[in-house]
């Protein structure tokens, strides 16, 4: 596990790097904080070192968000937190998305863990105050 403190958006660096170092092995991310924790900032900025084509901006209300990048690649990425239980989760198809082996970028999993691979890469932001966050990699 890798532990980063945080004390600005400009010091995201070294764990967008990590992360990125993770995919060619894995393709399941899943964020973990509080809301305003900075998930979707972070998948952002990943996201743009991807070189995704499209608006980067949050699934929360379509509750899945697909992403092209310029090498043709597709993203998705997943906001759970409107989903009330595993049966919508199946109905909505999230296990076709995680069974696709394209990256999988997916907030809010907390309580869907059982639909997932076993190799899933979990990012937990816990925020400190308006500007500190620490984040923990583990895998």
């Given at each position: 596990?890798?532990?980063?403190?945080?004390?600005?958006?400009?010091?995201?660096?070294?764990?967008?790097?990590?992360?990125?170092?993770?995919?060619?092995?894995?393709?399941?991310?899943?964020?973990?904080?509080?809301?305003?924790?900075?998930?979707?900032?972070?998948?952002?900025?990943?996201?743009?070192?991807?070189?995704v084509?499209?608006?980067?901006?949050?699934?929360?209300?379509p509750?899945?968000?697909?992403?092209?990048?310029?090498?043709?690649?597709?993203?998705?990425?997943?906001?759970?937190?409107?989903?009330?239980?595993?049966?919508?989760?199946?109905?909505?198809?999230?296990?076709?998305?995680?069974?696709?082996?394209?990256?999988?970028?997916?907030?809010?999993?907390?309580?869907?863990e059982?639909?997932?691979?076993?190799?899933?890469?979990?990012?937990?932001?816990?925020?400190?105050?308006?500007?500190?966050?620490?984040?923990?990699?583990?895998?």
């Amino acid at each position: 596990m890798s532990t980063y403190s945080i004390n600005s958006i400009a010091e995201l660096a070294p764990v967008v790097d990590e992360i990125l170092s993770l995919i060619n092995k894995h393709s399941i991310f899943c964020f973990y904080g509080n809301l305003g924790a900075g998930k979707t900032t972070l998948i952002k900025l990943l996201c743009e070192k991807l070189k995704v084509m499209d608006n980067i901006s949050s699934p929360t209300y379509p509750i899945i968000n697909e992403y092209k990048t310029e090498d043709n690649n597709t993203i998705y990425h997943i906001d759970l937190y409107r989903l009330k239980s595993l049966e919508e989760a199946i109905n909505i198809g999230l296990e076709d998305y995680l069974f696709s082996n394209n990256l999988c970028f997916i907030e809010w999993p907390d309580n869907f863990e059982t639909l997932f691979p076993n190799a899933v890469i979990k990012i937990k932001i816990t925020k400190l105050d308006e500007d500190k966050r620490t984040i923990e990699i583990s895998h």
